[in-house]
């Protein structure tokens, strides 16, 4: 998340904040790994199954800043894992992940990115699980 310039403990995000291609290319080597890893037998913690999940948002989110064309598809991968995260946050009782999730599906509702109404059911659906 710190490679993406991303802080869960931030109050605000920083969205100034520089990030490179080397940095999502770390980003993107480390949730290879963990998934890697959770193939291969290591169990994930909750807590860590909800960073996985923002760090992949994050990762989304970061992604759509550099590729104008896949920008929307980026954002919705984004609002897709956050919900996730959110999601899951519930489940285990982590009130900061939820907080930290909230803020990021309240920056993607900002970016008027529309959806239909299949995702929207979907998406309900996840939050209902």
């Not at 080397?22 to 994930?44: C, F, Y």
Request: a negative charge; hydrophobic letters at 35%; charged letters at 30%.
């Amino acid at each position: 998340m710190l490679s993406l310039g991303c802080n869960p403990l931030a109050q605000v995000d920083d969205d100034n904040q520089e990030v490179t291609n080397s940095d999502i290319g770390i980003a993107i080597s480390s949730i290879l790994e963990v998934e890697k890893r959770s193939l291969s037998g290591d169990s994930l913690t909750e807590i860590n199954q909800c960073y996985l999940c923002l760090v992949k948002s994050d990762l989304k989110y970061r992604q759509s800043q550099f590729d104008d064309n896949r920008r929307e598809k980026y954002i919705k991968e984004a609002r897709d894992w956050a919900t996730k995260a959110r999601y899951l946050a519930d489940k285990y009782q982590f009130k900061g992940i939820v907080k930290y999730a909230q803020r990021r599906l309240d920056r993607f509702a900002k970016t008027h990115i529309s959806s239909s109404s299949v995702e929207d059911d979907l998406i309900a659906d996840l939050n209902n699980y």
